[in-house]
T-cell receptor
Framework: DTGVSQDPRHKITKRGQNVTFRCDPISEHNRLYWYRQTLGQGPEFLTYFQNEAQLEKSRLLSDRFSAERPKGSFSTLEIQRTEQGDSAMYLC??????????FGPGTRLTVL | QKEVEQNSGPLSVPEGAIASLNCTYSDRVSQSFFWYRQYSGKSPELIMSIYSNGDKEDGRFTAQLNKASQYVSLLIRDSQPSDSATYLCAVYSSASKIIFGSGTRLSIRP
């Protein structure tokens, strides 16, 4: 257990539905990252927060995806109008400054 | 060209031998380099970080960095069956994000 938690751990939804995932980083970590990982691939960067500011956003992140980190604590990732291609593991990671990055257990999304 | 490249494997190594995993990266200004281990169905677990040229040892693991050649490697000595996993190379780029390779699958055969 790295101290980064994610909820839910698994989510099954029907195409077209909206889903929201939550990440609670290690408390003193000011940087928070979201990644998506599909089978046989490494994690793909989606977005990055420093405190409450969203500083980077991948072009992979379509307008159906939105992320927030109110008050610089926990973060949420919402996917609207889910598609089957959104099925993946969604990983959250946090780090303090330039230190190492630690991952949560991930949320596995299945879109039927 | 991918930003971080790894041989996908699988790399099969007998128990007790040295496993050697390699990674190349394209961004010359990259500053920090990480190796993660990922078991099937689990999230990546940090094994080693390395920031300067040369070798860094931690137990059975040694990370090697050569910035001139844009090359990072991970050596695992006395390989154990529990080392069987996918190993991900990650590079901190200049754009405040970490880029991962696709990973190398390592299998330790008894």
């Amino acid at each position: 257990d790295t101290g980064v938690s994610q909820d839910p751990r698994h989510k099954i939804t029907k195409r077209g539905q909206n889903v929201t995932f939550r990440c609670d980083p290690i408390s003193e970590h000011n940087r928070l990252y979201w990644y998506r990982q599909t089978l046989g691939q490494g994690p793909e960067f989606l977005t990055y927060f420093q405190n409450e500011a969203q500083l980077e956003k991948s072009r992979l992140l379509s307008d159906r995806f939105s992320a927030e980190r109110p008050k610089g604590s926990f973060s949420t990732l919402e996917i609207q109008r889910t598609e089957q291609g959104d099925s993946a593991m969604y990983l959250c990671a946090s780090r303090r400054g330039g230190d190492e990055q630690f991952f949560g257990p991930g949320t596995r999304l299945t879109v039927l | 060209q991918k930003e971080v490249e790894q041989n996908s494997g699988p790399l099969s190594v007998p128990e007790g031998a040295i496993a050697s995993l390699n990674c190349t990266y394209s961004d010359r200004v990259s500053q920090s380099f990480f190796w993660y281990r990922q078991y099937s169905g689990k999230s990546p677990e940090l094994i080693m970080s390395i920031y300067s040229n040369g070798d860094k040892e931690d137990g059975r693991f040694t990370a090697q960095l050569n910035k001139a050649s844009q090359y990072v490697s991970l050596l695992i000595r006395d390989s154990q069956p529990s080392d069987s996993a996918t190993y991900l190379c990650a590079v901190y780029s200049s754009a405040s994000k970490i880029i991962f390779g696709s990973g190398t699958r390592l299998s330790i055969r008894p």
